[in-house]
Nanobody, 121 residues
Framework: QVQLVESGGGLVQAGGSLRLSCAAS????????MGWYRQAPGKQRELVAT???????DYADFVKGRFTISRDNPWNTVYLQMNSLKTEDTAVYYC???????????????WGQGTQVTVSS
């Protein structure tokens, strides 16, 4: 009933930039927060950046100053602008949303299918 569709991944050289997008659709009453996570081969999924309904943002230390999370208003799309990419940023990037799909329900987490980002040296 809720879909998160990511786009914008690809192959880029170190030092380059990419912009990821994630569009939420379906039965959505309100969105509490959205964010980006990533998972590299052999590693656990880790938080990259989040943005709340109030517009507050939070970043992992390893992307501070390089990545920027933003959203549309009204809110159904979140973006991740990634600059000064490093080879260690190579991973599958997943969109996450904490949202309510009815006024009487608590927030629940939803995930996109992931988009591959590969940074070459």
């Amino acid at each position: 009933q809720v879909q998160l569709v990511e786009s914008g991944g690809g192959l880029v050289q170190a030092g380059g930039s990419l912009r990821l997008s994630c569009a939420a659709s379906g039965r959505i009453f309100s969105i509490n927060s959205m964010g980006w996570y990533r998972q590299a081969p052999g590693k656990q999924r880790e938080l990259v950046a989040t943005i709340t309904s109030a517009g507050s943002t939070d970043y992992a230390d390893f992307v501070k100053g390089r990545f920027t999370i933003s959203r549309d208003n009204p809110w159904n799309t979140v973006y991740l602008q990634m600059n000064s990419l490093k080879t260690e940023d190579t991973a599958v990037y997943y969109c996450n949303a904490d949202l309510r799909n009815a006024w009487y329900r608590q927030g629940s987490g939803y995930w996109g299918q992931g988009t591959q980002v590969t940074v070459s040296s």
